[in-house]
């Protein structure tokens, strides 16, 4: 998600610096099709990326970044914030015991959509 926002405003005529504690910008595994189409608008000239980086502290008007080089700071307008995905079952809790439920999908942990409706295709299959 942070990648493609990241696009997005480039494409935009925005300057975009990509911080990512992880050591590869895509560090999930993903479709090879998407990766590829990932990696080469990555390249994009108005996008930085910084890997093995991470976010220290955002103030008005720039985000302090960390990396074995240091702490610097880069001027900045906007932060966008995307640090995963975690699992809400909260609807499910709320009805279970009340009537028939299956729990599948996000709500039981985050994951790729593929997954996901796979899991509630088995799941409906044996109702």
Known sequence: MGCETAINY??????????????????????????????????????????????????????????????QEIPCDNVVLAMGFRPNNEVYTALEGKVDIVNVGDSVRARKVYDAVHEAYTSILSI
């Not at 895509?26 to 990696?39: C, G, H």
């Not at 220290?56 to 302090?64: M, N, R, S, Y």
């Open 10 to 71: 480039a494409h935009k005529g925005k300057k975009v610096t990509i911080v990512e504690m992880s050591d590869k910008l895509l560090p999930e595994p993903l479709f090879i099709q998407n990766m590829m189409m990932l990696q080469v608008m990555l390249q994009h000239p108005n996008i930085t990326s910084m890997p093995s980086t991470k976010l220290v502290k955002i103030g008005t008007g720039f985000a302090t970044v960390e990396n074995e080089n240091g702490q």
